[in-house]
C-alpha cells in the first residue's frame, strides 16, 4: 500500500520504493512514474497489482488493477485498464464494486541513442472513464483526460525515466479541479531476476475543498 498526502492542499509529495522484474523499463503499479517505451508490434501484456490509499481516515484502492497493453503499430501500444475498487471511509461500511475505466495510447516518437546521450520520448495520452459509482466512493463520476510527455535514459545496468503533465479534471459540482503531475524513477538492475527501483513525485492540488465539501466529506 502507498500512502500520500492530503489530496486537497496545494501540492503532493511522496517517495516509493519497489521490486521489480528485470528487463526493460516496466512503469505502473506500484510507481505513479511511467515510462516511454511501448511494448512490442503484434505483442501484449497483462499487469495486475494491488493499489490502496489511504487518507485522512479513508482507505481507498484497486484489489486487484488489472491493465492489458497491445503493441497496435510499431512504437505505438493501445492500452486499456479497469479495477475492482474498493473504499473504506472510517466508521462506515466498506464498499466494493467495478471503478473507473482507463484507455491509453503511447507513442515513442524519438528512439533512445544507445551510444549517446538522446533519450527515448513518448507521449501517453489517457481517457478516464467515470464507470465507477462515485457515490459509493468507487469512481470519481466523471470523466478526465491526462496528457503527459516521458523521457527515458539507461546508462548500464541503471536506468532513469520519467516527466509527467496535465491532467483535465474539472467538474466543479463536487470540487474537482485540473492539476498538474510529476514524476522521476530511478532504477538499477540487480540481477536477471531483480530491479530495484525508486521514484519521487509532485502533484498540484486536484480538488477545492470548501467550508460545505469539508463538513459533508464531499
Known sequence: MVTHGNPLGAAGLAII?????AGEASA???FRTDDPVPVAYGHYELYTAA???????????????????YG??????????????????????????YGD???????????????GLTPQIAIFPAIFFPTGNQRRGLGAGHASV??????QKSFGEWTTYGGGGYRINQDDSIGDKNFWFFAWLLERKV?????LGGEIFHQTADRVCSRWQRQHRV
Open 17 to 21: 520504493c519497489s521490486m521489480l522484474s
Open 28 to 30: 505502473g503499479p506500484p
Open 51 to 69: 493499489i490502496g490509499t489511504h487518507v485522512k481516515g479513508d482507505t481507498s484502492g484497486g484489489l486487484p488493477n488489472v491493465e492489458l497493453t
Open 72 to 97: 497496435l503499430i510499431p512504437n505505438g501500444q493501445l492500452q486499456i485498464g479497469g479495477e475492482v475498487a474498493f473504499d473504506s471511509p472510517a466508521g462506515e461500511p466498506t464498499q466494493f464494486g
Open 101 to 115: 475505466t482507463e484507455l491509453s495510447f503511447k507513442y515513442r516518437f524519438i528512439e533512445e541513442q544507445k551510444s
Open 146 to 151: 491526462f496528457l503527459p510527455i516521458w523521457a
Open 191 to 195: 540481477t536477471e531476476k531483480l530491479t
